[in-house]
């Protein structure tokens, strides 16, 4: 099941994604209307991208009075019918990583629906911040990163790979 | 197996689709008096403000029961449970189960004070009270009680086109969410557009001939033609004392931690049970939708045989004064009254928000004019991280970037 | 902690074995994606890393949690998910610095290594011996005289 994975290291504040997500999904030019936004901790240079997680349990749906949050069957995003939101925006606090967004315009909350599939935000990205991986993945590659960091000081500190065999 | 569910609530609906979800084979029958299909209680209010129809407040269709193998039974009132040979009675038949949740919900209270049967009082709380309030024509409208609900039909009614004059018993609107400062905010909020408030006033009577004429507090007298009581909800719990199952001190269900009552078979879960307060591990009342939906689905797979525990309520009230956002969540300084509080406030031009925090935990958080990162402030009550652990965590450039979540909630501390 | 999984990968022969036990004693079943230590292994270099979880003193994984389902026990230093809290969000996922915690999207809840409850049977099958469980003391002894020996054979 692929998600959007951050690599917020990356992320150096563009905001393309943001101006993106707004022109696929909202036909507008303007990241209040962005489902994925970039939060930023100017002290330590830090941006960070932020997206619906498209949790497993998702705590916006618990909260949703009009009951209008699902999973979809097969990859398990989460989608709303958004024609049957009141705009109450309970979902909003719900969510721990703030990524249902309030469209002034509908006057109703959206979230990140992973475009289908192929989400814009990730094909855009110029920095290699974002990515459309499965949890297999995301998990491997953080291992690969891990054991590469082991595997340095033997080969740097010279010893026989096979010393106590 | 069997499992009936009594109740076609928010908790109910969800005890259904979560009992569903988890197992495919299972028997499930739903039971309500009311032969309404399900139905969003919240969203009420914004049908009498003229902003939805109120056939948008109907959450389900017949084929979405009948999709998923549900039988419903509606318009049939449940007269008895018997526990010991596990059926239930209603007027026209006999249910045998092998569990049972009950959701049977809360009802708002109108007290029995003489003149509130006369037509034209009012509560808040199905379809049929909007279909009456709206044919009813209200041109001035008496609000009695300013709690959420209270508070919501005010601004409704007002936005409607009526006079309206809202009364609350103790000495600011919205008690139990906000304190007396952020409340003040909200009430002047609300008498900007022309909502007439008044606090530390209790009704005396209704009067009126053939119907409600006006209303009498201890002070005053109030010429109106509507009354809509918002004044409090007793639990529907007749039915589960009939039975012989333990009502708590609260006056809801008595359930443990898996959402079940005295007896094994039977579980309980909504505005009719009474469970603990996240922060403070005491006996509460969550009137709440998302309650109810939680402790449905714990009490849904605790049916099912998956031991799930229920970890408390925590109060997440969200409201739109006038298009500003407004929330309280967790616990007000009255709640908090038995513990040493120590209060982050501020207050600018855009917005207010206060934090109340006991022993360096997160306890309570309100906020006027601005949610962003609210969300994370919930988590952490919930999550019971100290402020100082909270901090430690911010300073650590490698943690944040992995703490996406937190980095907008950072702003209030 | 007393005892912890010390790995030497040095002896790592990549043999999966310790995949398939964990993955058995867990899930019933022999897959190493379900098992909660995983190899990784680079085989035109012939090197293979055990990776598993560190039970870190100051665990990001707890950190990051929006709610909490991850705990950190102070008094067996025990690093554990309460799976009905756990939304399935996957941010521990993302904040192990050692790519350990395992996210299962049948389930819709991450998972992690449990020690096996003080007898990991990772440990138990590893016939080369790459995984020991034993006290720090221990391992840091073992890797002195292993490094000592070496000194003294090649000067």
């Known amino acids: ?165 | 197996m069997r499992i009936m569910i009594v109740g076609n609530g928010a908790a109910g609906n969800q005890a259904a689709a979560s009992l569903r979800k988890y197992d495919s084979q299972c028997e499930i029958v739903m039971v309500d008096r009311e032969s309404y299909m399900a139905y969003s209680a919240c969203a009420l209010p914004d049908v009498l403000a003229g902003w939805i129809p109120l056939g948008k407040t109907f959450l389900q269709q017949e084929s979405d029961y009948s999709g998923l193998n549900i039988r419903t039974c509606f318009g049939q009132e449940v007269n008895e449970i018997n526990l010991e040979n596990q059926y239930l009675e209603t007027g026209e038949e006999k249910y045998y189960y092998d569990r049972l949740i009950l959701a049977t919900g809360s009802k708002p209270v109108i007290p029995p004070l003489p003149g509130s049967q006369l037509p034209g009082n009012f509560v808040v709380k199905s379809p049929a009270d909007i279909e009456q309030i709206l044919l009813h024509k209200p041109r001035k409208v008496v609000v009695v009680g300013a709690g959420n609900i209270g508070v919501e039909t005010a601004a409704a009614m007002n936005n409607r086109g009526c006079t309206v004059y809202l009364m609350e018993m103790q000495d600011r609107i919205m008690p139990l969410l906000y304190d007396p400062k952020p409340a003040a905010i909200i009430r002047s909020m609300l008498e900007k557009e022309g909502i007439q408030i008044s606090t530390s006033q209790r009704a005396t009577r209704v009067i009126g001939e053939q119907q409600v004429e006006g209303l009498l507090t201890e002070e005053q007298t109030l010429t109106c033609d509507t009354v809509i009581w918002a004044a409090g909800v007793r639990q529907n719990t007749e039915l589960a004392q009939k039975a012989g199952l333990k009502i708590g001190s609260l006056g809801g269900i008595e359930v443990d931690k898996y959402m079940q009552t005295s007896h094994r078979w039977v579980y309980a879960c909504g505005d009719c049970v009474q469970t603990s307060q996240v922060f403070t591990g005491k006996p509460a009342l969550s009137l709440l939708w998302s309650s109810a939906k939680s402790q449905a689905e714990a009490a849904a797979l605790n049916c099912l045989g998956q031991a799930v525990k229920y970890e408390g309520s925590c109060s997440l009230v969200i409201e739109e004064i006038t298009g500003v956002p407004c929330a309280a969540i967790g616990l007000n300084l009255q709640g908090l009254q038995d513990y040493e509080v120590k209060v982050i406030e501020h207050h600018d031009a855009d917005r207010y928000y206060r934090l109340l925090t006991v022993d360096d935990r997160i306890a309570g958080f309100q906020c006027i004019g601005s949610i962003e990162g609210a969300g994370a402030i919930f988590n952490l009550i919930r999550k019971g991280t100290t402020l100082s652990e909270v901090r430690r965590m911010l300073l650590n450039p490698q943690l944040i970037s992995s703490m996406a979540w937190y980095i907008d909630g950072a702003k209030y501390l | 902690m007393e005892k912890l999984i010390f790995i030497d990968h040095l002896k790592c022969v990549g043999c999966a074995t310790c995949e398939m036990v964990c993955s058995l004693v867990h899930e019933e079943i022999c897959s190493p994606a379900l098992s909660r230590i995983r190899v990784v292994r680079y085989p035109t270099e012939a090197y293979n890393v055990p990776i598993t979880c560190a039970f870190c003193e100051s665990p990001p994984c707890v950190a990051v949690c929006p709610t909490g389902a991850i705990e950190k026990n102070l008094d067996t230093g025990d690093v554990a998910i309460d799976f009905a809290l756990c939304i399935g969000c996957r941010q521990c996922v993302q904040a192990c610095p050692f790519g350990h915690m395992n996210f299962s999207f049948a389930r819709g809840t991450a998972f992690k290594c449990d020690l096996c409850g003080g007898n990991p049977q990772c440990v138990e099958f590893c016939w080369t011996e790459a995984l020991q469980y034993v006290p720090l003391e221990r391992a840091l002894g073992d890797k002195r005289q292993a490094a000592a020996r070496n000194i003294l054979q090649h000067g």
Request: aromatic residues 6%; glycine residues 6%; hydrophobic residues 35%.
């Open chain 1, 1 to 165: 099941m692929k998600r959007i994975v951050i690599n917020p290291q990356a992320c150096n504040g563009c905001g393309i994604c943001q101006l993106v997500c707004s022109a696929c999904k909202a036909g507008q030019w303007h990241p209040a209307f962005s489902r994925i936004k970039i939060k930023q901790m100017r002290e330590y240079n830090i941006n960070v991208p932020v997206v619906c997680q498209h949790c497993s349990q998702p705590p916006c749906e618990t909260f949703c009075v009009m009951n209008l949050i699902y999973q979809e069957p097969l990859e398990g995003y989460v989608l709303r019918r958004e024609e049957r939101c009141i705009g109450c925006r309970a979902c909003e606090i719900a969510c721990p990583f703030s990524a249902a967004v309030f469209d002034p315009i509908k006057e109703a909350v959206v979230s990140c629906d992973l475009c289908g599939g192929n989400p814009a935000c990730v094909s855009n990205c110029p920095e290699g911040a974002l990515f459309y991986m499965d949890e297999e993945q995301t998990a491997d590659s953080k291992r690969r990163q891990t054991s590469r960091l082991k595997l340095i000081p033997s080969s740097a500190a010279g010893l026989s790979r096979r010393a106590s065999l």
